[in-house]
């Protein structure tokens, strides 16, 4: 899986957007971009996941650059529950489930009131 | 769809003694679990790889006959945690992927505290 690299910390304003980057420059061609996020004290949950294409979903965005280089996720209207730490995980898709997923140290996200 | 649950949330045991952590999957069958452990302010350590009706892949560095794992049906992993010390307490956390679908589901996690 190629290696993601996320800055370890950010801040938000509640209410703004929160925009979350991760370079992947060594990604392959058929590894998918996947961001899950671990609230304290929980298991990670799963938020969104793509390829090439920009995707969205009830939770949040995803902005894969052209080159597929970097990645970066946005939540449209930061909340305090949106606090926790976020995981960009570059990985083959379409696998059989038997590979586990490999967690770097991820982006802790503050949302500020 | 696709819900894992771990069983119990937390638990505080006295050293020496096992604790058992169960990882069911609700909705999915799961022919390979996999169980994670997370010290504080530290990421998830991938610990084994479980798999139904054969025996679980552990990681290097994690003492197989300490942490064992048993896979007996496709919806239940169980992780259990013999002589425990201070040094096993720690968050736990198991998951699952069905085979249609490409997100990980993630149990709520286990707190260990060995006293």
């Known amino acids: 899986d190629a290696k993601t690299t996320q800055p370890p910390s950010m801040d938000c304003a509640e209410g703004r957007a929160a925009n979350l980057p991760c370079n992947h420059s060594t990604i392959s061609g058929n590894e998918y971009v996947y961001w899950y996020r671990q609230i304290r004290s929980q298991g990670p949950q799963y938020i969104i996941h793509?390829?090439?294409n920009n995707e969205t979903n009830e939770m949040a965005s995803l902005i894969i650059t052209e080159d597929r280089k970097s990645s970066t996720l946005i939540l449209p209207h930061a909340t305090l529950r949106d606090t926790a730490v976020y995981y960009c995980i570059v990985r083959v898709g379409g696998d059989t489930g038997r590979r586990a997923l490999t967690f770097g140290s991820g982006t802790r996200l503050q949302v500020q009131p | 769809g696709a819900v894992v649950s771990q069983h119990p949330s937390w638990v505080i045991c006295k050293s020496g003694t096992s604790v058992k952590i169960e990882c069911r999957s609700l909705d999915f069958q799961a022919t390979t679990m996999f169980w994670y452990r997370q010290f504080p302010k530290q990421s998830l350590m991938l610990m084994a790889t479980s798999n139904e009706g054969s025996k679980a892949t552990y990681e290097q560095g994690v003492e197989k006959d300490k942490f064992l794992i048993n896979h007996a049906s496709l919806t239940l992993s169980t992780l259990t945690v013999t002589s425990a010390h201070p040094e096993d307490s720690s968050f736990y956390i198991c998951?699952?992927?069905?085979?249609?679908?490409?997100?990980?589901?993630f149990g709520s996690g286990t707190r260990l505290t060995v006293v």
């Open positions: 998951s699952a992927r069905r085979t249609d679908n490409y997100g990980y589901t």
């Open positions: 793509g390829l090439k």
